[in-house]
């Protein structure tokens, strides 16, 4: 469990040196990033979401799968009471930025390969419908706080996000049992593939232009941090065995609640003007300090469930 933690980290920092790299031979520039940020959260989330629900339907995994999406409800609705309650700044811009960090988990780079190591095709499966959930607060309550724009919390305009649309078209998918055929299928799979390397990319884009260091003293950053890999994670997985949750439910669940902070912290950052250094050093400083916590959180959690 160690060496898979430790190499995902290290896939996801070799990633964010490229960005870095390209950003100082100047072949990224605001436009371009400006346009990888719009294509990584629009088309190839989407694309996430739908592939998740490529799987042949079964009324165990069907129970499996709604208390997946219950489990998710509840813990982001906790996560956003408990950020709204102990932190805040007085720049609104680093409040941003700092709720949103402390709320959203990397659940998709780095908590979907672990599920696989872990817990096989099932643990994957139970990750794809909590990252479903994932997007649905980040396209709602998410953008709410990152844009400041209180129309965005409208429901017409949440259900007509493309996260929210994929997750609508990917769940009668399933459901129904629709046969994709693979002229579909293997695309969006394709698309698919670029949600690990473009949120990585676009961070060492921001990266090569600020100061990470600066993190380590920023009392507020290190408090979101603490939030994000030991505060919730332990919160969630404690309350989650009290009300009966083991197994592999269990396992999984923490897994994506004990992930640094999401990548995407940084691309809506720079998309709605927020604070793009503090965004960056979030989601850095917290990767690199995952390679420590979430091996702790997990074995803990592994023998929880089998009490």
Partial sequence: MFVTVLTQVVIL??????????????????????????????????????????REFNK??????????????????????????????????????????????????????????????????????????????????????????????KPLKILTRPAILALIIGFIIFIFSIPVPNIISQPISMLAALNTPLPMIIIGYHLASSNVLKGFSDI?????????????????????????????????????????VAANTTMFSAKYGRDTELSVNLVSLSTLLSLITMPIMITLTEKLATL
Avoid at 35 to 53: E, G, H, N, Q, R
Avoid at 234 to 251: E, F, H, P, Q, T
């Fill in 220 to 260: 507020k950053c290190l408090l979101t941090i603490l939030l994000r890999l030991i505060v919730f994670p332990a919160v969630a997985i404690l309350g989650m065995w009290l009300c009966g949750v083991k197994g592999n439910m269990l396992i999984s669940q923490a897994i994506c609640c004990a992930a640094p």
């Fill in 13 to 54: 920092f070799i990633l964010i040196f490229v960005g870095f790299i390209l950003t100082k031979i100047k072949m990224l520039n605001d436009q371009s990033v400006k346009s990888l940020t719009d294509l990584a959260l629009t088309l190839v989330t989407a694309c996430v979401i739908v592939k998740s629900f490529f």
């Fill in 60 to 153: 165990s995994d069907l129970k499996d799968l709604l208390l997946s999406f219950l489990l998710g409800i509840i813990l982001h609705t906790a996560f956003i009471l408990l950020t709204l309650l102990f932190l805040k700044d007085k720049d609104k811009n680093r409040q941003a930025v700092l709720h949103y960090a402390a709320v959203f988990s990397n659940c998709g780079f780095m908590a979907l390969p672990l599920q696989e190591a872990l817990l096989g095709d099932d643990g994957v499966f139970l990750c794809s419908s909590f990252v479903a959930i994932f997007n649905a607060f980040v396209w709602s309550w998410g953008i709410r706080i990152m844009s400041g724009d209180k129309k965005s919390l």
